[in-house]
């Protein structure tokens, strides 16, 4: 276990340092961000002295190795917009974008295990058929679509929903509903496979023999079985939802995450803001990859960590 | 006989569909007697077993006729029970409680993300309202009753810890748990070697003769029947061909189905021996083979090594076969696929025909495999499913000798009728043929490119007994027409000495004993041997006594 926990880590920072480097440099492709912040009516020396100020005069491999040493310090930069810490900028983004994924995750599951169970089990009825299509189309309208639609009627027709912020639970709703509709989709699909494949295994025949209720041999043996394939397909689609899924929906709906700090940073070539916001995001990717890994060998008993 | 049966079902018809697979079976089982059912592939033996246990409907299947009346042990009892009437409802408290079953494979039967003491003990809190910590206690009971040991450890551990014969004795502790009427063991011990079968099935005997329960017993080895039923019914195509006190089966078989069946059953001791082939340089010789296999060795990880094959050493003549026996995991596959070179041996030589066959480079290696031939295990996996039997037969002589067109054409049909295939099979697709006759399709294929010897490895142990018989015998024949040798591995002996002229015995990657098979079965020098031969059970009922030894092997 130790051994795992400590391959995991050294793992965990070598993914650190290339992403780093790559946003690192990527930013810097596009030209210097100080022809964005710098007005028209600036002194020569002003200017000098505002590019000494971030450092900018400096080759780009100072910077680069400027920047690895500040990281390892603790000390991640200023914004260029709102000259303060980018650490306290992207720190106080990092609780409503964890509040609205673990909402979309719980709204995923409590809706799309019962569903791929049911349908299932249903395969050759048409509940089967009618959840598979559901799913089917719920994987093909992209979430901007499911939102612009969700604000379009809820909001503007119906004026019953609020559409900015993060105010109240009403505010959830949308936005929730909005970040887990592919994932329901792809997630009832999968757990219908890994349903299937459960109940034509020899163990559940043996628990019928035992003469336990339908009930049970689903939910207990099926599921539990079928839970540990569920599981490690969820991990990595709530690591996607993280790094990608949040950037357009807490757009559309000004919620005050990480996704919407980092369009905005893009949009105002803050780059340090944008260079931590994307660590922030891979941080969080890295480290839920390594709880679905660990989850995954807590439910599978074959699955040992020391192996992985 | 007074007492009434625990078991009796009545005029059984059993459909899949529009397709009859049990009809009209009757038959009666007594509390403390075993009846067989005994039958080929496809005769409908498991369809009834799952009939009486109300399963058979979650495979598809459906009761279209018949009785299964469900009676209990001792006297003073209620009314016996149709359970062919009752819903799956009605059934649930009767299932693992009154009646249990077990089942072929010990490996997948178990629930693999529960523990043992889980699971034992689900069935005791469902059937006799058990609390937990009073469940898993009986769930202790339960281990040490099927002679596991330390089954306190063993409650907490999860079936992949286990090996087989482990796993089929939790099974087996999960179903008489309750105490049944009735215990129905589906091919229990198909899937585990001979000597772990001989501890199963004495453990079954006698906890048979504890608790006095009612056992069917399906098998297709007749040598299980002589071991543990008092009465046989023999089905073919869903139909009873003949039931009879096993004595007199054995003895005196009344339907040509059953004799046929005692024919072609490979009993030990019973097959003429084949004679030792005369002195000649040897077409293949092994040479302290070795090989390992390493796991883990990662980071932080320390590594172990297994070892697979330990320097073996064995000469084939021509025209002779070399049979190789040896339980699961003794390393005889992994020893084949080495002298082949399917994987890289890490010691020792290979001589086919005098010359070197290790050490040759990628292309040199793969032109001389055209000597050295080899027939699978699983006839179904082993068979291209989109080519044409043509092709399909005819592909190593395309590949090694550039065979085309009307001589390739030519070259199948002989192939075919070497194999006692019709022509007309030539352009077809492999699924449309049985196990028995895709089993000749490989071995046409291996005779394609002229071998001198074909490595068979387990070539008829997927097969039913008849149809086996069959394809040792076109084995012997070939043999006999063009002289190759065979190295021919199996785990049963029976079928072992059937097909050699000499034996090698493997035990834990070792050849620890090798002669002619005359001297090897006769007079066994190696105490692995003796374990194995004592194991082995023997189709015929007279010595019913026979001693065993199940000591462990140093």
């Known amino acids: ?308 | 006989m007074l007492e009434a049966p625990v078991l009796s079902v009545k005029q059984l018809s059993v459909a899949f569909g529009s397709h009859e697979a049990v009809s009209d079976l009757s038959f009666d089982i007594h509390a403390g007697e075993t009846l067989a059912l005994v039958g080929e592939s496809g005769s409908g033996k498991s369809a009834s077993a799952l009939s009486v246990m109300r399963l058979i409907e979650r495979e598809g299947g459906r009761i279209t006729n018949g009785q299964i009346r469900l009676g209990q042990i001792g006297p003073g009892h209620d009314a016996p029970v149709d359970l062919a009437r009752l819903t799956d409802r009605q059934m649930q408290p009767l299932r693992g409680n009154r009646i249990s079953m077990i089942f072929q494979e010990p490996m997948t039967s178990l629930n693999p993300v529960m523990r043992i003491g889980e699971q034992l003990a689900e069935v005791l809190r469902r059937h006799q309202g058990l609390s937990r910590t009073m469940a898993l206690a009986a769930a202790e009971e339960a281990l040490d009753q099927v002679r596991i040991p330390d089954p306190a450890r063993r409650l907490r551990q999860f079936p992949h810890e286990l090996s087989g014969g482990l796993r089929q004795r939790v099974m087996i502790a999960m179903a008489l748990a309750c105490r049944p009427d009735v215990l129905i063991a589906d091919e229990p011990t198909t899937a585990l070697d001979v000597t772990t079968q001989a501890e199963v099935l004495k453990l079954l005997k006698s906890l048979q003769d504890e608790l006095g329960m009612a056992v069917l017993f399906i098998t297709h080895d007749m040598g299980v029947v002589a071991e543990i039923a008092d009465r046989v019914s023999v089905l073919r195509h869903g139909r009873t061909e003949e039931q009879a006190r096993v004595r007199d089966l054995f003895t005196a078989p009344a339907s040509p189905y059953a004799r046929d069946l005692m024919a072609a059953t490979p009993k030990l001791g019973q097959s003429p021996i084949r004679p030792p082939v005369p002195p000649a340089a040897p077409v293949l010789s092994v040479r302290g083979l070795c090989k390992d296999f390493h796991q883990g060795g990662g980071l932080l990880k320390p590594r172990t090594t297994t070892h697979a094959v330990r320097d073996v050493s064995f000469d084939i003549r021509p025209g002779e076969t070399l049979g190789l026996v040896g339980e699961s995991g003794c390393g005889k596959s992994t020893l084949s696929r080495a002298v082949m070179r399917l994987i890289e041996p890490d010691a020792g030589e290979v001589l086919l025909a005098g010359q070197p066959f290790t050490g040759l480079s990628e292309p040199a290696m793969r032109q001389a495999r055209g000597n050295l031939q080899m027939v699978f295990q699983d006839p179904f996996a082993s068979l291209n499913p989109r080519m044409k039997v043509r092709d399909l037969i005819t592909e190593p002589a395309f590949l090694h000798d550039g065979l085309d067109g009307a001589a390739r054409r030519e070259r199948a049909l002989d192939l075919l009728d070497k194999v006692a295939l019709p022509a007309d099979a030539a352009e077809r697709f492999a699924h449309q043929f049985s196990g028995g006759q895709r089993q000749r399709l490989c071995i046409a294929r291996a005779l394609s490119v002229s071998p001198k010897v074909i490595i068979a490895d387990e070539a008829v142990s997927a097969l039913d007994v008849s149809t086996a018989a069959r394809v040792t015998a076109l084995m012997q024949r070939i043999q006999e027409d063009l002289g190759v040798a065979f190295l021919f591995i199996s785990h049963d002996i029976a079928v072992i000495e059937r097909v050699s002229h000499r034996i090698a015995v493997m035990y834990r990657g070792e050849i620890v004993e090798t002669g002619p098979t005359e001297q090897v079965l006769r007079s066994p020098q190696h105490p692995y041997t003796r374990k194995l031969l004592a194991a082995v059970p023997i189709p015929m009922t007279t010595p019913r006594t026979r001693q065993r030894s199940l000591e462990p092997v140093p």
């Open chain 1, 1 to 308: 276990m130790i051994a795992y926990i400590l391959r995991t880590l050294i793992k965990m920072c070598v993914t650190l340092f290339v992403i780093i480097t790559l946003v690192f440099f990527a930013t810097r492709l596009s030209g210097s961000p100080m022809e964005t912040f710098l007005g028209e009516g600036l002194t020569a020396e002003d200017r000098e002295l505002m590019i000494a100020y971030f450092g900018l005069d400096q080759s780009i491999w100072q910077q680069y190795l400027g920047y690895l040493r500040g990281i390892v310090e603790g000390n991640y930069g200023l914004s260029f917009l709102e000259r303060r810490p980018v650490a306290d900028i992207v720190a106080e983004r990092v609780g409503p974008s964890l509040q609205l994924l673990a909402s979309s995750v719980l709204l995923t599951v409590a809706v799309a295990i019962p569903l791929g169970v049911l349908a299932a089990l249903y395969r050759e009825s048409w509940v089967g058929s009618a959840i598979m299509a559901l799913a089917f189309v719920g994987y093909a309208v992209p979430n901007f679509v499911i939102a612009t639609f969700m604000v379009l009627v809820f909001a503007f027709m119906w004026n019953l929903l609020p559409v900015v912020g993060n105010g109240s639970w009403a505010h959830f709703i949308m936005p929730t509903i909005a970040m887990s509709g592919v994932l329901i989709a792809a997630l009832t699909r999968f757990t219908r496979n890994a349903m299937l494949d459960v109940l034509g295994q020899d163990f559940m025949r043996t628990a019928r023999a035992k003469g336990l209720p339908e009930t049970v041999v689903i939910l207990k043996h099926g599921l539990r079985n079928a839970g540990v394939t569920v599981l490690s397909v969820l991990g990595l689609q709530i690591a996607g939802l993280a790094a990608a899924g949040n950037v357009v929906v807490e757009s559309i709906f000004s919620w005050p995450g990480i996704g919407e700090l980092l369009v905005q940073s893009a949009i105002t070539r803050d780059y340090p803001v944008l260079q931590f916001g994307v660590i922030a995001v891979s941080l969080a990717v890295v480290v839920i990859n390594a709880l679905t890994d660990i989850a995954y060998a807590v439910a599978d008993p074959r699955i040992r960590l020391a192996k992985a």
